[in-house]
């Protein structure tokens, strides 16, 4: 039973940075997996970024690897996107997703979803 609350969402110029962070409560924040994952309209929901439990497993999708940072703080019991050098194309609603499986891009394996934070990008 995990909780997780998504903040940071806004709107931004092109080039421009934000950082999404994702609170988590409930139960064994530390061994869960994180991902997020976005939705733009129109489109379906895709995965942008996941972190091991331990923090030491990250993985990307192509197109925001070298600007987006994934990372976590168990202390906080919360997890972030920074997202650097944003695109149009970025914007999406962003979710945080959680799942006890190792690191994983399928959706499908995510057990625990936030309610979304819109991520706008202007031109």
């Known amino acids: 039973q995990v909780q997780l609350v998504e903040s940071g969402g806004g709107l931004v110029q092109a080039g421009g940075s934000l950082r999404l962070s994702c609170a988590a409560s409930g139960r064994a924040f530390s061994s869960y997996t994180m991902g997020w994952f976005r939705q733009a309209p129109g489109k379906e929901r895709e995965f942008v970024s996941a972190?091991?439990?331990?923090?030491?497993?990250?993985v990307y999708r192509d197109s925001v690897k070298g600007r987006f940072t994934i990372s976590r703080d168990s202390a906080k019991n919360t997890v972030y996107l920074q997202m650097n050098s944003l695109k149009p194309e970025d914007t999406a609603v962003y979710y945080c997703a959680a799942t006890d499986r190792v690191v994983t891009t399928d959706l499908s394996w995510y057990d625990y979803w936030g309610q979304g934070t819109q991520v706008t990008v202007s031109s």
């Open positions: 972190i091991g439990w331990r923090g030491g497993t990250t």
